[in-house]
């Protein structure tokens, strides 16, 4: 009895928190949705209509959006394959004694805490400037061309830039778990006469297996919403070849004005994203049980 007046109490004090976090998802998603079905421009301010799923099929069938959506999964797909292949790297390298590796831990992990601005305009005006950038002094010193990177590549360019950012967190992630392999496998496979690569492909792996998964799961629920980076370095462009679907919407409501389309494309982009982490987590989930 004590007990369940226990849960009733606690339930009763987390109800104002847990109503206006419903209130705050919930709210403005259902206006969101509102605005989908309206053909609402701001430049045409009292002309709304209701259109049905008009601004959907608009979207859908729009080509940016085809291309916005390659885009998308490939800055996903790349900057997971850094991150995951760097993170392992680095990891292995700073689980090795050697002298200032608190200070080295610390340099690595500072990235992460770098504001996606911040970073995006140091890699734009500092790094890859076609002009006064560090790699275009460094392709000078060799006697090459320089490279505007964000003309040439664009999306690659984003990807380098966003995977800078996310290498610390799977780095710090995969550190944790291989610190936590104990030490006497591998003195064992050592004896039983195992080479370096026996023991990373057969006790190493297997074990950060579920630190990768739980890398790859957060970091891709945040990439489907890379904005900032693109924002600021290429603008989507040249053309659509930077764009994904975070600045499609971004462009439709705040560059062409057209609140009904937008809204449309950011119901879609979230249903698309909570399929992605639905599949996810699933994998995770077998993954955990194993």
Do not use: C
């Amino acid at each position: 009895m004590a007990t369940l007046h226990t849960r009733s109490a606690a339930r009763f004090m987390m109800s104002p928190a847990v109503m206006l976090l419903l209130a705050w998802m919930i709210i403005p998603l259902v206006i969101t949705v509102y605005f989908s079905f309206l053909r609402y421009n701001l430049l045409m301010p009292g002309t709304e209509e209701v259109v049905g799923f008009e601004n959907y099929s608009y979207f859908l069938t729009d080509p940016a959006f085809t291309t916005a959506l390659i885009n998308t999964l490939l800055l996903v797909l790349g900057v997971l394959l850094i991150t995951v292949i760097g993170g392992i790297f680095l990891a292995l390298l700073l689980d090795q004694p050697f002298f200032g590796q608190g200070i080295v831990r610390l340099l690595v992990i500072a990235p992460f805490l770098v504001m996606p601005t911040v970073s995006a305009l140091i890699w734009k005006n500092m790094l890859m400037h076609p002009v006064n950038g560090l790699f275009a002094w460094i392709a000078k010193s060799f006697g090459a061309q320089p490279v505007d990177w964000l003309a040439v590549a664009p999306l690659f360019s984003v990807i380098v830039i966003v995977a800078w950012q996310w290498l610390p967190f799977a780095t710090l992630i995969l550190l944790t778990s291989l610190q936590s392999l104990d030490e006497e496998q591998k003195e064992a496979a050592g004896m039983d006469g195992a080479g370096h690569g026996s023991m990373f492909f057969y006790i190493i792996l297997p074990h950060l297996a579920r630190a990768i998964t739980v890398v790859v799961l957060i970091e891709t629920i945040f990439l489907l919403s890379v904005f900032a980076e693109i924002l600021v370095t290429t603008n989507g462009g040249p053309g659509y070849e930077s764009t994904n679907l975070a600045y499609l919407v971004y462009a439709l409501a705040l560059l062409q004005f057209d609140v009904g389309g937008a809204s449309a494309g950011g119901i879609i982009a979230v249903l698309l994203a909570n399929i992605v982490a639905f599949f996810l987590i699933r994998m995770i989930g077998r993954n955990l049980e194993a």
